[in-house]
């Protein structure tokens, strides 16, 4: 047996039947699995009840007592695992047969400086992320320029990370989409990640209450409702990691900043919205941001989320 252990961490939002697979996949991955952590966000619904009904006691559930977003629960997975390394997955993922003994394979024979591991997706709808993946372990620096390459490490994958990363890299509590992208440039300064080729989970692409998924109302409410936390994360990218986007990353400057600049324009703050968008412009060019941001910043909240509101039904979104 591979003496390395892994702990699963699953957060879940309303999503009762898809957290019961999700634990479901893990529970069925064989001796390297220590426990399936579950934080359960605050669903208020049967979420709780029917991971009750597994009776495993390799499942640590925890509900929090009020709602407060991805990161919030991620930390709070986190500071309860005390596996060798720890996978996060969210309820609308499975674990594909042998996943984890893979992923402890390739924890035992990594570098002493990697403490991340990527595998990746396979998609309900077939598609496969990320399309491209490197072959030797990589650096802050690299992994910056990789990520900033279409259909490269920037992308959906199944993250692994070990006890060092665990401890020193933790996820912002804020409520923001750009949570996720912070936790990973700083997870990047702590140690270097090594990627498979292996798809090691299934992702489905209409799972409820998703933040890029919905309603063009769901879609705004999210927004509004994590606007402050945005803001407050899109400073501290900035802050920590600005320079380093800077020199090996653009394309992925010029999102963050037009994500800052929707969060901003969201809760009224008119001139850093402004200052954003134009900086999102220097960084990308308009082939990564649309011309009308600047302007839709500048004038104002209501009719920044007039226009918003058009553009998320162009993107697909339904009215």
Request: glycine share 10%.
């Amino acid at each position: 047996m591979i003496p390395i252990t892994i702990d699963v961490a699953i957060t879940s939002y309303r999503r009762p039947e898809l957290a019961v697979a999700a634990v479901q996949s893990c529970l069925r991955q064989g001796p390297v699995l220590d426990r399936v952590i579950v934080v359960d966000d605050a669903s208020g619904d049967d979420t709780a009840a029917r991971l009750s009904e597994l009776d495993d006691r390799r499942v640590l559930l925890h509900v929090r007592p009020g709602n407060g977003g991805i990161g919030a629960a991620r930390r709070d997975a986190l500071a309860r695992s005390s596996a060798d390394w720890t996978v996060m997955l969210d309820s609308d993922h499975e674990l594909l047969p042998g996943a984890l003994e893979t992923l402890a394979r390739a924890a035992a024979r990594a570098p002493a400086q990697v403490g991340i591991l990527g595998a990746r997706f396979r998609w309900d709808t077939g598609a496969v992320t990320p399309e491209h993946v490197p072959e030797a372990p990589v650096d802050y620096a690299t992994r910056i320029r990789l990520s900033a390459q279409p259909g490269g490490i920037g992308t959906d994958y199944l993250c692994c990370i070990s006890r060092r990363v665990r401890e020193q890299a933790t996820w912002s509590a804020e409520r923001s989409g750009l949570v996720d992208v912070l936790f990973q440039l700083d997870a990047a300064l702590v140690a270097d990640a090594q990627f498979l080729r292996d798809c090691l989970a299934y992702q489905r692409s209409d799972a409820p209450e998703g933040y890029s998924r919905g309603t063009v109302e769901h879609l705004l409410a999210s927004r509004r409702r994590d606007a402050e936390g945005g803001v407050a994360v899109c400073k501290l990218l900035l802050e920590r990691h600005g320079e380093a986007l800077e020199a090996w990353g653009r394309p992925n400057l010029a999102q963050i900043l037009r994500e800052g600049a929707i969060f901003a324009s969201l809760v009224g703050r008119r001139y850093l919205a402004t200052r954003w968008a134009m900086g999102a412009v220097l960084a990308g060019g308009f082939r990564q941001v649309t011309p009308g941001l600047v302007p839709a910043c500048f004038v104002g909240r209501g009719v920044f989320e007039s226009a918003y509101r058009k553009r998320l039904i162009r993107g697909g979104a339904s009215p």
